[in-house]
């Protein structure tokens, strides 16, 4: 995770089962907010993709 509190800009990446790059990005945010939205996404779903 990459954040600058000043600029309020972040990004997050996570690897899901060696095959999928999961990249979530902001602008005007807050640090809980970038978090808040990349835990949202369902990663075990994801890794049992075919």
Do not use: C, H, S, W
Not at 9 to 18: H, L, M, S
């Amino acid at each position: 995770m990459k954040f600058d509190p000043d600029t309020k800009e972040g990004d997050v990446q996570i690897v899901v089962a060696n095959r999928f790059l999961v990249k979530v990005e902001g602008n005007g945010i807050t640090d809980k907010d970038l978090k808040d939205y990349a835990k949202a996404i369902d990663y075990d779903k994801m890794a049992q993709l075919p």
